[in-house]
């Protein structure tokens, strides 16, 4: 029996999203698999639990029977703090947090240092994918197709504001769309129409991160999401599913309520040429933006033109929903996921870390002191 740890919840606005994520994953391993839940609380405290993998325990949490958990550096184990401090094995860790302080590669980072295998995509795919503006930057420069953008940090933006309004004006234009460049699920994300908006809505972002991406505002677009993931060397692509009838933006209520207008049809009802080019620029953006594991890519299509919206390291429920049509079932996904992980680990390994030099030898207490 493999122990697979599940993170969830998270110092993130996304937190309540990642943990339906990462109850569904718990619920889904499959034989063989032995789910560890880890779910951080909105302060960041670690712990560990069977009522971690009941959705109904997250209703009026609270911290009963859960012990505190954390991993150390060089370390395969999970060490469990409760009246007796154990610790266990940990094969491969499901990351399912969404948002900062887990998609952002800093969970991944965690990881590494322990030692321990991952399904998501490291350090730096996360890294750049969390970060709109960073992909966006990365996709341009290899003539991907995206929307015009800027990005600003909050505080450069406030030490000269007109000079950066300007700048909006003119490489973006009205209206446009503000974004936390950081951020998820569509929140903290408005439209401007005129100046007098844009300098409100550009102070109200700055609560979710210090970094803005301004993007062109599109007025009428088809959402064409697809999800893929490495498997024996090949990139496997999923059915490709269409967001319908959200209200001007797919917003948070759209994307988790049940009672909206949004539906998700899957597969998308897309001509066959449109279907083509958006495989094959999924594929080349996983490979740009160095994602490993599974990732969700969301595209806007306007008539035969196709934009690369963003890249989800961390999608919800793993997209499992879009691999439906291949006859795979959420633990299968899983299954390959953690086969994946495993393996890219030990190849990660084969790499030489140590190299013997003689630098330290002829080095005196001497050669440290400057100003003696
Ligand atoms: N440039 C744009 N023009 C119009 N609508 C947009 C644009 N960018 C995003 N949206 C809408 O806002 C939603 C959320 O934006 P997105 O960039 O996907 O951020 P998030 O990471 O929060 O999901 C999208 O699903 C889409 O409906
Ligand atoms: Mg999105």
Redesign the pocket.
């Known amino acids: 029996m493999q122990n697979i740890a599940v993170v969830f919840g998270g110092k993130s606005v996304e937190h309540d999203i990642s943990i339906i994520t990462g109850v569904g994953v718990l619920q889904n391993l499959s034989q063989g698999y032995h789910g560890v839940p880890i779910y951080i609380d909105k302060e960041g405290n670690w712990w560990t639990g069977e009522k971690l993998c009941y959705i109904e325990n997250f209703k009026d949490f609270n911290t009963k029977k859960l012990k505190k958990c954390n991993f150390c550096p060089n370390d395969k184990r999970l060490h469990i703090y409760g009246m007796r401090r154990t610790a266990m094995y940990i094969d491969c860790v499901i990351n399912c947090l969404h948002g900062q302080n887990g998609e952002d590669g800093s969970l991944s980072g965690v990881l590494q240092l322990s030692g321990i295998p991952e399904t998501s995509s490291g350090v730096l795919g996360n890294a750049v994918c969390m970060d709109?503006g960073i992909t966006k930057l990365l996709l341009r420069s290899k003539r991907v197709p995206i929307?015009r953008f800027i990005t600003i940090n909050i505080n450069d933006y406030n030490a000269n504001n007109s000079f950066w309004i300007r700048n909006i004006i003119r490489r973006v234009g009205l209206p446009c769309?503000i974004?936390p460049a950081r951020?998820?699920?569509?929140?903290g994300?408005s439209v401007a129409n005129d100046i007098e908006q844009l300098e409100i809505l550009l102070g109200n972002v700055a609560k979710y991160d210090n970094e803005i991406i301004i993007?062109?505002?599109?007025p009428q677009f088809r959402?064409i999401n697809i999800a893929l993931f490495e498997h024996d060397g090949n990139l496997e692509l999923s059915s490709l599913e269409e967001v319908v009838g959200?209200d001007k933006?797919?917003d948070f209520d759209n994307k988790y309520t049940t009672n909206t207008k949004t539906k998700r049809i899957c597969p998308a009802n897309i001509d066959a040429s449109t279907k083509d080019n958006i495989c094959k620029l999924a594929k080349k953006v996983y490979s740009i933006c160095k994602c490993r594991g599974m990732v969700r890519i969301?595209f806007f299509v306007i008539e035969d033109k196709i934009l690369v919206?963003?890249v989800n390291t961390v999608p919800g429920s793993m997209s499992f929903y879009l691999w439906k049509d291949f006859g795979y079932t959420f633990g299968r996904v899983l299954s390959k996921l953690i086969i994946e992980g495993k393996k890219r680990f030990v190849d990660d390994q084969k790499h030489c870390y140590k190299y013997n030099s003689n630098i330290l030898d002829n080095l005196s207490k001497r050669d440290f002191i400057i100003n003696k």
């Open positions: 709109k929307t769309i974004k951020g998820g699920s569509s929140i994300i993007e062109q505002y599109l959402e959200a933006i797919f969301d919206n963003e």
